[in-house]
């Protein structure tokens, strides 16, 4: 199919872009198009007016800013997986990008319009959950920041507002000898997640500090797993000790079924996975 009949704006700086999202017009704006314009193909999408701020080269840095590493809207899947900052600072990152979508979506796919998008079976918002990411939002006159965990509200639905762009993702960089683990099963590799599981998580005389975990692909947003990571903190770890909370995280979670993996089954890879990240994190772990 063909998208229905839409104006197209290509404006040159970002206060620009912002007033056009005002407007009051059905605005949608366009990225790397990698979701929108398929969406819009199969009509699921029909804006009146498409704002492309793919001009907006303002937006486009990957940068080290003290104890942050700041993301602009316009930086590519492939620009981020490939920066040496991410690869120092963020190794999680450019691990995933190996189980996202394919090199074409990822050279022109951006990090921001991927959280936009929020589909329940992305990964990026399970790890932007665990590195606690705070999120700039701009519309015309302010700015705001919103926590990574306020950001997502269900499928396809984030707190940002049709006259607002993401403009920026804050990443704290982690502590020192904070270990990491991410495991993903899908159909094939570079689909939509049936389950990823991401953690990080230091050892303090050999128990676990400040246990992060979260789920993509089994609810209807990245979810965080608050009582796993209570029942994992101040513990050695040990085998038993995983597996116990694996299992009652497995029993906890409320899958969404889809038409290729249902939720016993969804259920079945917390359980099986959620021991092996944790084991990872710990063998990352300084
Ligand atoms: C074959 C294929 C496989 C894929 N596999 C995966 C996968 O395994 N995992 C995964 O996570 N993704 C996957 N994707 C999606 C990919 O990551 C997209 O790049 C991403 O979802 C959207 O980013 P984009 O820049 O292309 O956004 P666009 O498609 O341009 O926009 C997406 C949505 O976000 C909005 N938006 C974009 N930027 C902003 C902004 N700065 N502020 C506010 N709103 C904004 C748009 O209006 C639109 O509603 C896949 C895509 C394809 C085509």
């Known amino acids: 199919m063909k998208p229905s009949a839409f104006q197209y704006e290509r404006p040159e700086d970002l206060q620009a872009a912002l007033?056009?999202?005002?407007?009051?017009?059905?605005?949608?704006?366009?990225?790397?198009?990698?979701?929108?314009v398929p969406m819009m193909n199969y009509r699921l999408a029909q804006p009146d007016v498409l704002v492309d701020i793919n001009r907006l080269s303002e937006l486009d840095y990957i940068k080290d800013d003290g104890d942050v590493i700041a993301i602009g809207a316009l930086a590519?899947?492939?620009?981020?997986k490939s920066s040496s900052l991410i690869q120092a600072h963020l190794p999680i990152i450019a691990e995933a990008y190996s189980w996202i979508a394919h090199?074409?979506?990822?050279?022109?796919?951006?990090?921001?319009?991927?959280?936009?998008?929020?589909?329940a079976a992305s990964e990026m918002p399970a790890i932007m959950q665990i590195?606690?990411?705070?999120?700039?939002?701009?519309?015309v006159g302010s700015n705001r920041t919103v926590a990574a965990r306020d950001f997502f509200v269900g499928v396809y639905e984030t707190t940002i507002e049709a006259d607002e762009i993401l403009t920026e993702v804050r990443l704290p960089k982690p502590g020192a000898g904070t270990g990491w683990g991410f495991?993903?099963?899908?159909?094939?590799r570079g689909d939509y997640a049936w389950c990823t599981v991401v953690a990080t998580l230091r050892l303090s005389d050999g128990r676990i500090a400040e246990p992060r975990i979260a789920l993509a692909g089994v609810e209807d947003c990245a979810t965080r797993l608050a009582a796993a990571e209570?029942?994992?903190?101040?513990?050695?770890?040990?085998?038993?000790?995983?597996?116990?909370?694996?299992?009652?995280?497995?029993?906890?979670?409320?899958?969404s079924a889809s038409a290729t993996s249902d939720a016993a089954y969804k259920r079945d890879l917390v359980r099986a996975l959620l021991p092996r990240v944790l084991n990872d994190a710990v063998a990352r772990s300084t």
């Open 19 to 36: 007033a056009l999202l005002a407007s009051g017009e059905d605005t949608r704006i366009l990225a790397g198009g990698q979701s929108l």
């Open 76 to 80: 590519r899947h492939a620009a981020i």
């Open 103 to 119: 090199a074409a979506v990822r050279n022109r796919g951006t990090l921001c319009g991927n959280l936009c998008h929020a589909d």
């Open 131 to 139: 590195l606690e990411a705070e999120m700039v939002v701009s519309k």
């Open 183 to 188: 495991e993903e099963v899908a159909m094939r």
């Open 230 to 255: 209570t029942a994992l903190k101040g513990q050695a770890p040990n085998a038993s000790l995983f597996d116990d909370v694996a299992e009652a995280a497995a029993k906890a979670t409320r899958p």
